[in-house]
């Protein structure tokens, strides 16, 4: 049984996280951590846990991490993560780290998009990216795994098997992604509030959204040419949910059929990756750990479907699957449904 | 043309006065004010109404504020109104407060309530109450009207016909009351964030709402004897809309026509009152100044159906009806759809 | 390995028993009927569970379910499955019905509600309710059981302990339940089109829901004195969800304390009830089997809180408990989180 | 005063027309028809409209309807609007036709889009297109106009400014549209139950949507070469609102400020399209006749939004700019809130 602590518990991750831990048959919460001095109860943060956890959140330090727990889930915002992780490396726990602080492999770039200086550069290089339908045969022997974006993950499924069979174009790829609110985290902004954003769609972050060059990074290495999207991320009047139409350009002319074909090739061994003839919906995939894709021709443009619920595969469920293979676990494990 | 200021500009209920005001063909919007200090455009602040007003909200005195305007909605936060309202008269405006600052009557009640001294106690017992279907009379003459919360008028006015004919009990009147999330106002705060209240009901407020003591005054003045109720306030995941589904006695066996009769009497001369056959729905009212009313039997339980849209005729459209009898107009002049 | 049918797949509570049983270790889902003569796949009818089961839906006689099948759960409309019930025992299975027709004991109750004589009257007389908080020691060793309405379990299972207690009053109950719009099916109507519940609140069948009798019944059987309620349902722009607010009138003045204290002790041995110090929310059982209950003083007047996914509690989780104790195992096995 | 009928008075279209209508200082609806022969209130079809019309809706021959208006808004569906259009012409009616059976001029497209011959050929290549911004000159002098569709103004507005300046390349135009439920009207049908598109977000009629031919006809028009545009409609979970995200290539690098000037440029006499800084959200625009504009360069991609109310700007708002224009009125007469 793996003691598991989670840094940053109040936010909508850290609740998926434990909701999944909960029944989780090789994994025991040990500890949760917050900035607040007041020790509230998990349940106080978040009822609908009650009865299922009898646990405070402290603020702890890293050493107090160390003490009860054999692995961290480090939920943090960026900035904090990179203080957090070294310290708690130090400390003996193996890190899945849920920010974006060690996704990207160079500091320059970072710095560029995030705005900060990197305070740990030297282990950006060899941090294992935690997407495991890419990365699985590194994540196991890895003290630090760095858990994807949630429209980063969603995207790249999408994209990977096309770029890795050399059969898009490897730039002007547009991608129009579509997340509910849960994403935007659950810090009160004006933004966020309700009214604000029911019975809307919007737009934000066109040009500057962070998950952009992640995207990048990741889709150059599986498919070996330099990639380059337009990133345009939407709000949508939904919890949770992600929905990327990706708009890549075909080298050559192929049939839905054959797309499809070496889509489902790509992930034959893969139980969380659904290639299905409809269109996704997010509805379909919500409260799973699953990413259904489709593709469509619109006459000779390729239309590439990838859905995702943005907490779980997009956070908190794949974040479960890298635990998993930390352990030595079968990835599913504690998963839903299987 | 009258000359109109709104203080506290940036919230719901000023932006739908400021929609109402736009097509309003006697008044005029010459004056905004915020506490910020960065003179933000309006339509920064609301871009929806993005050319139709030329404004910026300022930090201004009261002094400047009668220098500018007739007339000042007064949409400022309770305890921050009844510093600002002594000033607005001393320097000539006529206000219609839509904070909860000059409603109650009675200064200890106040003090109950809302846990403040109220500092300008000698304005409270003849200050209007500026519900234009129970005080038409008074407030054309008023230079100060205290504008009604929103599940408070939708309560009275399902209730006080039935009270004014004695044909119910006077206590145990259970309001069982259900509101959209802008209600709640603009101020971010953890629980109206979206992915908190979408998808999700429940109650708050049970015993301590501060509409309970204005809704049992009012009715009291109406029906005569002293009336107490149990109100519940329930949050919906929706923009807008109360419906308050009430639960009084009967003093003895009527039918569900002659109780309607009753109601459409009572309010036989008022453009805003709909009393329907149908079952209300908050949509059916929805961006409108309309009340609609109507009654079930269950078995002998009486139930009273009432629905507003609280930003309309529960805050911003009352406010209008009220500047319009102020002002010697129709008290539908600039209303939708009359 | 029991051997699951499920009569009636294309509803939404068909899709969330497979949703659970898709996880259960010891059932495996063997059959699926439907009305429609083209078979389709059940993942044609549900694309959320591709990849999970491999069956299609079948126009199958009693007989034939009966090869198939040890343990069937029975999703017809009501009259539809009064008469597929006796076919079923005939073919040797045990049933869990989730219509309507075994849920009243008396067949002129029945008939006054629903408007059809009952076909298989001698019946209705010993069939188990299925409502394991309060019936379980009958369940496990019958072949019929009459699971719950949705309204009903969330109305019974707050007042069930008070009524147990002589707390309050039988008669007079007043139930202001708010459901989202998956209780009403997902047969095409006008009313459930989401244009026109979305962004609306309002109620129906207020003194003809059919939920009514069931309520009455069973309290009454809990309480021993002939409970009477006012039943009055409401809709709510959200998927899932039932949240039933509850006015009873104590019999003698209780605190809050005291009052909760009774409710615990009533289930304190019952996983699925969490009685809770904070007011309940749908969002906090959405997706669970818990019952979340809790209780207010409005002044002197008593308020009872209850909240389930009705879906889940309300419908298909409680038929997998009723499922799991007809099989002898424990009750909550294959439900989440426990 | 002119005298309006309205055909197919049961849909969101003709609720909206009718809510304009009722403030319309110079039109009164005349007669209302509808198939059903039960002859319903117009309030029993729409409660909203209580108190406003009291008229009933019949199922009236041309002819009757021509005795008893002047002007007939036609919102009955595709090849029901081609047989009754002629005989509402030879009746003496001027007719706003919102199907889409007179909005493309070559009868072949119509076939191949709609799979129906078109059975009044001959009256398309003269019939003028409805929408005001484009073709103001020709509307006041028609007898007939056909009113464009939502998706189609909505792309059509945020493109032809740039294609009519010769910026963008007129092929390969990808649109990214996303669209509320009341598009999909008001006709039960299992995709838009509740249940089924709330809290999720999906695409559908990927190449085979029928507002193609009609983006790509006007655009071929304004812009003089061959447009070709490749359209995704989406679904959200809203009841109203469009955003066209639409990704053009430019010819040659624009500064966003040399883009949102040519776009002011062009339309700088026209009231109800709106030029922002900002992105457009649905939000701003719901419940109003605007159309707000705006670009955004994600690196060297152009992304154009545009967003409308579907069903005002998209639908009955554009309607009753074209009958303002039709009876030599101002444009904005009886809408909001000019």
Redesign the interface.
Known sequence: MAKIAILGATG?TALELL?IL??HPQAEVTALTTRQETKPHITEIH??L???FDLCCENLSAEEVGRRADLVFCALPHTASMEAVPQLLDAGCRVVDLSADYRLSDPGVYEQWYGHVHTDPTRLNNTVYGLPELYMDQIPDADLVANPGCYTSTSILGLAPLLASDLIEPN?I?I?A?S???GAG?S???G?????????????G??THRHTPEIEQILTDIGGAAV?V???P?L??????I?C?M?PRLKSQKSVEELLTVIRDFYADQPFV?V?E???????????N?C?ISV????D?L?V?S?TDNLIKGASGVAVQNMNLLLGLDQRTGM??C
């Open positions: 909508y909701k909960a029944r009822p609908s009650t009865g299922q002007g547009i129009d579509k509910g609110v849960s659950r009160p902004k004006l966020t509030l309700y009214p604000e954003c029911n019975e809307s769609v919007t737009a934000y066109i040009g380059q337009a990133f345009n939407h949508m009047p939904m919890d949770r949910g929905l139409s708009y659904r299905v409809h269109i996704p919906a997010t509805k379909h995939v919500a409260h799973t699953f259904d469509r021709l619109n006459r443009q239309v479907f859905a839903l449904p």
